[in-house]
């Protein structure tokens, strides 16, 4: 049987003392038979949204759906539909009109798939649709008719593969196979919605065998054309380390990418797409390059963060770690590349960058790493330990006015730059007491004096 927190038995007390049903039901149900955690507590009733917000004063209803939020301890917002029935959709996306059911069977019969359709009163569940057993079964099953389902809300296409994800389960062959007959409906639905879907998947449990289910069903040529056709370059030639297409080399990469952030990952899968604009196989030797190939993924993940509208943050970072993920890890190396190298990535990106590599190494068939690379990300530490600029001296322009006895003038700037190149190239420490000594001795400053 299930167990509930206190404070939601507590809450449902309150509508059954007024004389109503209130059921839990969605993914919190499904959650909880699954014994996983729970964060977002939604629910059902035969009470109208009139009712609800004269049991609850910090109740409020600014929706057409009939959905009332009350916000509760711990930070958390309950949400409590009336019943509602089956309608008519109109862009494969919202019900014409809102309708409200007499019964708790009426109302789970309209939701998406059986795992989602289980409602759970407090002392009974009720499951007209086999949740349960599907939930046993690791499968994803459409409630009733899946094309019916699918048609209604288009959404519903990405949704499955999301849960199929999260939960590690297969989809059922009737709902795959309707799913892939309807992948273009995806196309009916917004951007915004696509993204939060998809990251869903990218930062699931399962994110490469949700990518693979996109693929294998036809929608992920409708949400990232420019991976899908990665399926068709081949890359396994003579002198090349390669055994995928980059399609599913990109996939494996993300499979084994040790990052939990999304945007990471999404770098991660996207970071050769630009191979198939750059393929070039020589008649002659069978050999096969991708010359200036993150510069041309580049210019494709500029505009796929635009579609999918992320943040300028999430931007930035997507296009940094596909624009220099080709880096090299040779031990002749100087430490100059090195510097450069992390100016590129930027501190802050650092980490990602490396976990990107990992995932490139194993899902090319190599090691997880390499004598080369373990000395580079060591090299990297160190040279960190140097300036980066010239505000990383030990001194300042006050000083330098303080000791050599000069008023503020482009000289200080000068004598800054030459101090902290001679840091770089090793030939002074970056300590306060050496650069002091050393500012007599520059040439500029003896010519002045």
Known sequence: MIKLPIQIKRFMETFKKGGFLIYLVGGAVRNLLLERNTNNWDFTTNA???QILKMFKDAYYNNTYGTVSIPSLHQTIFE???FRKESNYKDNRHPEKIEWAKTIEEDLSRRDFTINSIAYDGKKIVDPFDGQGH???EIIVAVGDPDHRFKEDALRLIRAIRFASQLGFLIEDKTR???TKNSLLITHISWERIRDEFLKIIESDHPSDGILFLHNTGLLKHILPELEVCFTIPQKSPKRHHIYDVGTHSIMALKHCPSKDPITRLATLLH??????TFWKDKETGLITFHNHEVAGTHLVEEIAKRFKLSKNQTTKLIILVKYHQFTVSEVVTDKAVRRFIRDVGKEYLKDMFDL???DRIGSGATPTSWRYELFKKRVVEVQKEPFKVTDLKIDGHDIMKVLGI???KQIGDILDKLFEDVVEGKIKNDREVLLAQLSSLPHVQDKQ
């Open 48 to 50: 109208t949204p009139d």
């Open 80 to 82: 409590i539909t009336p």
């Open 135 to 137: 939930l046993k079964k």
């Open 177 to 179: 196979a309707s799913l």
């Open 272 to 277: 050769d797409i630009g191979k198939a604009k």
């Open 357 to 359: 590599r990992t995932g």
């Open 407 to 409: 008023p503020p003038s």
